[in-house]
T-cell receptor, first 114, second 114 residues
Framework: AQSVTQLGSHVSVSEGALVLLRCNYSSSVPPYLFWYVQYPNQGLQLLLK??????LVKGINGFEAEFKKSETSFHLTKPSAHMSDAAEYFC????????????FGKGTLLTVNP | DVKVTQSSRYLVKRTGEKVFLECVQD?????MFWYRQDPGLGLRLIYF???????EKGDIPEGYSVSREKKERFSLILESASTNQTSMYLCASNLIDRDNSPLHFGNGTRLTVT
């Protein structure tokens, strides 16, 4: 069974600081990994996805994530936070052969301070 | 761009009422999903459908049913609403032919049961 753990339900950074949101997964087979973002009063939008073509994945709005199989991690980073990055971020995993079974983490709320 | 439209942003219903939440997507996606989102719990899958008239239970199907009579429309039904079903409900869709096909979400329906 697959599972996702997001470390830290709330992360607060200053504008211009590094953003690091942590995600660890457990999966018995090679996983498919995603990061989604949810702005207030909206649904979720895809930030980026891991497709096995490259371990470093670049997404929208300057975010990127690195797949580390040895650490079963897929942490999300952005070098310099912007006020508009304030949102909730969800890591998700699905397994090969289980397209419908997308398991989400519990989310990390990112606050950006001026 | 894919559009997933949920018919209501906010709903207030009384305990015991039958409630219908409607979702329509415009990209001919085979898969459609209903999730509920609660603070601290992330997204939990209620039901999904991979074809017209086909459905499978997700992780928390109790108290819910679904209907998919047309490919573009997926309805979530609360047979007898209860206060513990007060939540944000998110509809999503994606393609069936690739495991890393990302989900496209609607903006959500915030349901309050009093």
């Amino acid at each position: 069974a697959q599972s996702v753990t997001q470390l830290g339900s709330h992360v607060s950074v200053s504008e211009g600081a590094l953003v690091l949101l942590r995600c660890n997964y457990s999966s018995s087979v090679p996983p498919y990994l995603f990061w989604y973002v949810q702005y207030p009063n909206q649904g979720l939008q895809l930030l980026l996805k891991y497709t096995s073509a490259a371990t470093l994945v670049k997404g929208i709005n300057g975010f990127e994530a690195e797949f580390k199989k040895s650490e079963t991690s897929f942490h999300l980073t952005k070098p310099s936070a912007h006020m508009s990055d304030a949102a909730e971020y969800f890591c998700a995993v699905s397994e090969e052969g289980s397209n419908y079974k997308l398991t989400f983490g519990k989310g990390t709320l990112l606050t950006v301070n001026p | 761009d894919v559009k997933v439209t949920q018919s209501s942003r906010y709903l207030v219903k009384r305990t015991g009422e039958k409630v219908f939440l409607e979702c329509v997507q415009d990209m001919d996606h085979e898969n459609m999903f209903w999730y509920r989102q609660d603070p601290g719990l992330g997204l939990r899958l209620i039901y999904f459908s991979y074809d017209v008239k086909m459905k499978e239970k997700g992780d928390i199907p109790e108290g819910y049913s679904v209907s998919r009579e047309k490919k573009e429309r997926f309805s979530l039904i609360l047979e007898s609403a209860s206060t513990n079903q007060t939540s944000m409900y998110l509809c999503a869709s994606n393609l069936i032919d690739r495991d890393n096909s990302p989900l496209h979400f609607g903006n959500g329906t915030r349901l309050t049961v009093t």
